[in-house]
C-alpha cells in the first residue's frame, strides 16, 4: 500500500515528540495572519474591490495587501519593498499582508509590473521611486473618496494609519470602508512622492514579514508543492556539459512499482514514477549511454594553464589612462603578482525543483525562481503556448544567489508534464544540481604597478582572463571583446593613479558560467585588494592609510575607511599567530569595506574569528534586512575563500555534494558586525551582493598579517600554512 505523504516539516515535529523533545506552536507579531504569498487568482474581469491599483488592494477588515513583483529568497525584500509603499500609503504597518505580484497579469496588462527579475542588488534601487508613486497614488484616492463622500474639499483631509480624516467636522473613514469608492477614482495628476527627509517608516529597523511562517514552517518552497494527479521526476545531464543522450534501455525499470515512463530532453533523460524515491532509484538503474565528445579530454590543470597563456596573448583594452607602459620605466619599484579563482558552484540549500501542468491551452508552473516573467516566457516557449496563457506560481526561494535566474528545470519539467500528460514534480538532486550548475567563471589576473619614490603608484596594468557569461548564456553578443562583468572593480577602480591600464581576455571552456552572487566583482575585488595590500606593504605603509591616501578624492571611500577602521579596532595588537586584514569596493552602487580578524594555527589551521562591515549604500529602508544581507553575503563569501572550488576531471565535475564542496558551518562562523556610512544624497545603492567581494581579500591579507605568507590562489584550503 502507498503510504500518505509526510512532509519535512510534519516528520521534523513528529521526531522532536518521539525523542522525547518539546514542540511548541506560537504566534509572531507583524502581519496581519499568516503570508499566503502566492498571487491570489486573477483575471481581467475579476479584479477584487478594493483594489486601488496593480500594487495595492485593501481588504474590508482594513487588511493591506501589497503585491510584490520581486522574489524573497532570503534577502527581506518581502518586507523592504512593502514598506516602500506603506511609507506613502500611511497605512497602519501591522495590518500589511504582502503577496507575490501575478507573472500572468503583467504579460496581459504590458508590464504592469515592470521588470519582474531579481537580481543585480535592484530591488529597492530599481523600484523605490514608482513604489512610492503607488502608494501616493492610492493615499491621495482614498482622501479623494473620502471628501467626496464628505462633500469637503480633499485639502481639508489627512490620512494616518488606515484612516482618512477630517479634523474641521471630526469625521473619519477606514480605508477598508473608502477601498471600493478610492480604485474609480480618478486623479488630475498624479501626488508628488515622499524626500528621505520626510520619513516616518523607512530607514526605521523592522521585523521581517517573512520570518512567521518560516519559523512556523508555514512559509511554502518551490519544493513543498503538491497537487492533485502529480508524478514525480528525476532527471541526469550527460556528466560532460554539451554531451548528448546516445540511448538508454527502458526495459530494465518499465515494471517497477509506480513507473509512469522515461523521457528523453536535450543532453538528458528524466524517469518519472508516482514517488520521488521510486524514481531516483530507477534512474540509477536505467542503462545509459552518453555522446560525451571532446570536452570529456580535458580537466582543471589544462584550464589553468589555458588561463595563464592568455594572459600573455592580445587582449580589448577598457581602460587606457596616461601611458602606463611608458611610466613603469621611471618606476622607482616594480611590483608584480598573479591571482587566480576557480569555478565556483551556487548551491543553494533548496536543490533546483519546478512543478508543471501541461495541458494544450494552458500551462501552470510552481517554482521558486529569480525571474517569474522569464518564467513565464520560456514556459510558453517550451509548451507551445500563448505567454497569456501560462500561469507562474512563485514561492520562497531556499536560496537562489543568480542560478535561479536562469530556469532549466522549468525547460525540463513542462517538456515532461507534456509527454505523460500529468503534473510533474521535477527534483534535481544535490548531486545534479552541484554538477550541472552554470558556475562562477574561473579567472587569472595579472597586475604590475612601478611606484615612486613616496611609494604611491605612478602607473597600474590590470590584466584579467576571464569567462564570459554572456556567450555561456547565449545572451547576445560582447561588444569589443570586454564584457562589463568581466572587468566591474577593475576599469572602474577608484584608486588614483596618473597612468591606467586595464586589459580583458574573454576566455570560455566546455564549462557553463554564469550570475554568481556578486558577479565579477567577487573574483575581481580578491586581486585588487590583495594587490594594493601588496603594495602597501612594499611602500612600507599601513594597508589602511595606504587606501586612504590612494581614495582621498573620494569622501565616501574615505568615510567607509575610517569608519571600518574605528569600529574594527585597526592598529590594536593581536596575539602571536593572529592578524588583521582589510579590503574595501564599490559594488552595485555601494561600498563595503570589511576588516578580518584570523588566527592561524602552528599546523596550518585558519580560523576567522571577527568580520566588522562598513556601507554606504545612500540610503536604508530597513536596517535590520541590511545587517542580516551582509551576514549572509559574508558567510557566502568566506565559504568561498575558504573552500569553494569546482574541479574538472574527464571533462566532468568532481564535486557533487556538501561533504566535497563544504560550507561554513554556524560553529565556525565569525562574530559579525555591521556598521553604516551613509552619504545619503540621490545614492541608493543595492545590498545584497556588495558584502561579498572584500571578505576573501580581508581574510587573505590578515592571514598575511598574521604570517607573512601572500595567499594569491583561492581556496585558501589548498594552502599549506603549517610554520608559515
Given amino acids: 500500500m502507498n503510504a500518505p505523504l509526510l512532509s519535512r516539516r510534519s516528520f521534523i515535529v513528529a521526531g522532536l515528540s518521539a525523542a522525547g523533545g518539546l514542540a511548541v506552536g506560537f504566534a509572531l507579531d507583524g502581519t496581519a495572519q499568516a503570508l499566503p504569498i502566492a498571487a491570489q487568482p486573477w483575471t481581467p474581469e475579476g479584479k477584487p474591490a478594493g483594489e486601488i491599483n496593480a500594487w495595492i488592494l485593501i481588504e474590508p477588515d482594513d487588511t493591506i495587501v501589497i503585491r510584490v513583483a520581486k522574489s524573497e529568497m532570503g534577502e527581506g525584500i518581502f518586507t523592504a519593498l512593502p514598506m516602500i509603499v506603506a511609507e506613502e500609503l500611511e497605512c497602519d504597518w501591522s495590518k500589511v499582508r504582502p503577496e507575490y505580484a501575478s507573472p500572468n497579469r503583467n504579460v496581459v496588462e504590458h508590464g504592469v509590473y515592470q521588470q519582474m527579475g531579481t537580481g543585480g542588488s535592484r530591488s529597492v534601487r530599481g523600484s523605490r521611486e514608482f513604489l512610492q508613486q503607488a502608494g501616493a497614488s492610492a493615499r491621495a484616492r482614498l482622501i479623494e473618496a473620502a471628501a467626496r463622500r464628505w462633500n469637503v474639499p480633499a485639502s481639508e483631509c489627512m490620512a494616518r494609519a488606515s484612516k482618512v480624516l477630517h479634523e474641521a467636522s471630526g469625521r473619519s473613514a477606514t480605508y477598508g470602508a473608502l477601498a471600493a469608492e478610492a480604485a474609480a477614482v480618478k486623479l488630475g495628476a498624479e501626488p508628488a512622492i515622499k524626500s528621505p527627509d520626510q520619513y516616518k517608516l523607512i530607514g526605521r529597523p523592522t521585523a521581517r514579514l517573512d520570518t512567521p511562517v518560516k519559523v512556523t514552517g508555514e512559509a511554502k518552497f ?91 596573448g592580445p587582449a580589448a583594452t577598457a581602460r587606457n589612462d596616461g601611458d602606463a607602459d611608458k611610466a613603469m620605466g621611471s618606476a622607482t619599484k616594480i611590483v608584480e603578482a598573479l591571482y587566480e579563482v576557480p569555478h565556483l558552484a551556487h548551491a543553494p540549500m533548496e536543490p533546483l525543483n519546478c512543478t508543471a501542468h501541461w495541458t494544450a491551452d494552458r500551462v501552470d ?101 576571464v569567462g564570459s557569461l554572456l556567450r555561456s548564456l547565449g545572451m547576445g553578443k560582447v561588444e569589443n571583446g570586454i564584457e562589463p562583468s568581466a572587468v566591474e572593480g577593475l576599469a572602474n577602480t577608484q584608486y588614483r593613479s596618473p597612468n591606467i591600464k586595464v586589459d580583458c581576455v574573454l576566455k570560455n571552456t566546455h564549462v557553463p558560467v554564469m550570475f554568481w552572487r556578486s558577479v565579477g566583482s567577487s573574483q575581481n575585488a580578491f586581486a585588487v585588494e590583495s594587490f594594493i595590500d601588496e603594495l602597501a606593504h612594499a611602500a612600507g605603509k599601513d594597508p589602511y592609510l595606504y587606501r586612504r591616501a590612494l581614495l582621498s578624492d573620494r569622501p565616501d571611500f574615505v568615510n567607509v575607511l575610517d569608519t571600518l577602521a574605528t569600529k574594527g579596532d585597526w592598529g590594536k595588537p593581536m596575539p602571536a599567530g593572529s592578524g588583521r586584514g582589510i579590503a574595501i569596493h564599490e559594488a552595485f552602487g555601494t561600498i563595503v569595506g570589511e576588516i578580518a580578524e584570523v588566527a592561524v594555527s602552528k599546523t596550518g589551521e585558519v580560523r576567522v574569528e571577527r568580520i566588522v562591515a562598513a556601507i554606504d549604500c545612500g540610503h536604508v529602508v530597513n536596517p535590520t534586512t541590511v545587517a542580516m544581507q551582509v551576514e549572509s553575503a559574508v558567510i557566502y563569501g568566506l565559504t568561498a575563500a575558504l573552500y569553494g572550488e569546482i574541479t574538472i576531471k574527464d571533462g566532468r565535475v568532481e564535486q557533487g555534494n556538501f561533504d566535497d564542496y563544504p560550507m561554513v558551518r554556524m560553529a565556525d562562523a565569525p562574530h559579525i558586525e555591521t556598521h553604516l556610512a551613509l552619504s545619503g544624497g540621490k545614492k541608493w545603492g543595492g545590498i545584497g551582493e556588495p558584502g561579498t567581494p572584500p571578505v576573501a581579500p580581508a581574510v587573505t591579507n590578515a592571514i598575511f598579517a598574521a604570517t607573512g605568507r601572500r595567499i594569491r590562489s583561492l581556496p585558501i584550503k589548498n594552502e599549506n600554512l603549517s610554520g608559515a
Avoid at 520562497?396 to 510533474?424: C, I, M, T, W
Fill in 365 to 465: 508552473v510552481w517554482m521558486g525562481t529569480q525571474a517569474p516573467d522569464r518564467a513565464l516566457a520560456l514556459a510558453a516557449e517550451a509548451g507551445g503556448v500563448k505567454p497569456e496563457n501560462v500561469f507562474v506560481h512563485n514561492c520562497f526561494l531556499g536560496g537562489g544567489f543568480g542560478r535561479r535566474a536562469v530556469n532549466d528545470e522549468l525547460k525540463q519539467a513542462v517538456l515532461v508534464s507534456k509527454a505523460v500528460g500529468k503534473p510533474v514534480k521535477l527534483v534535481w538532486t544535490r548531486e545534479e544540481d552541484i554538477r550541472h550548475d552554470r558556475y562562477r567563471p574561473q579567472a587569472a589576473l595579472r597586475f604590475k604597478a612601478g611606484l615612486g619614490a613616496d611609494g604611491m603608484p605612478v602607473a597600474l596594468n590590470l590584466r584579467t582572463a
Fill in 222 to 312: 518551490g519544493i513543498d508543492t503538491r497537487v492533485p494527479d502529480m508524478v514525480y521526476a528525476a532527471v541526469a545531464a550527460c556528466p560532460v556539459f554539451g554531451g548528448k543522450l546516445k540511448t538508454f534501455e527502458e526495459a530494465p525499470i518499465r515494471g517497477r512499482r509506480g513507473f509512469v515512463g522515461v523521457v528523453p530532453l536535450d543532453g538528458a533523460v528524466a524517469v518519472v514514477f508516482d514517488r520521488f524515491w521510486r524514481a531516483k532509484e530507477a534512474l540509477k538503474a536505467l542503462p545509459v549511454e552518453w555522446d560525451i565528445g571532446e570536452a570529456a579530454k580535458t580537466d582543471s590543470a589544462q584550464f589553468c594553464a589555458l588561463y595563464r597563456e592568455a594572459l600573455d
